[in-house]
Nanobody, 114 residues
């Protein structure tokens, strides 16, 4: 069965950096991405990346976040730089496999605060 496990969340100061990881198992994935959701807010797409390496970002994170994939580890990463308090949210890994099925991780908390 497909499983996605996020890690790397935590507390970071404004202007700081954090790297999230999502380790996937049970399938290969055509598209992998990150979403985030703050309390009382809608879940929003942060970034996604195809197996070709083509990446797309939300306008709010362009120039600050970078998404990447590691074939050997079947893992997707989100490098987050210049973090702002408004980046505080639970970050969820999501993936689309070649059977066209969506998979979701349980989420990892990112808190940006001094």
């Amino acid at each position: 069965q497909v499983q996605l496990v996020e890690s790397g969340g935590g507390l970071v100061q404004p202007g700081g950096s954090l790297r999230l990881s999502c380790a996937a198992s049970g399938s290969l994935f055509s598209v992998m991405g990150w979403y985030r959701q703050a309390p009382g807010k809608q879940r929003e797409l942060v970034a996604y990346i195809a197996n070709s390496g083509l990446a797309t970002y939300a306008e709010s994170v362009k120039g600050r976040f970078t998404i990447s994939r590691d074939n050997a580890k079947n893992t997707v990463y989100l490098q987050m730089n210049s973090l702002k308090p408004e980046d505080t949210a639970v970050y969820y890994c999501s993936a689309l496999d070649y059977n066209r099925r969506d998979a979701w991780g349980q989420g990892t908390q990112v808190t940006v605060s001094s």
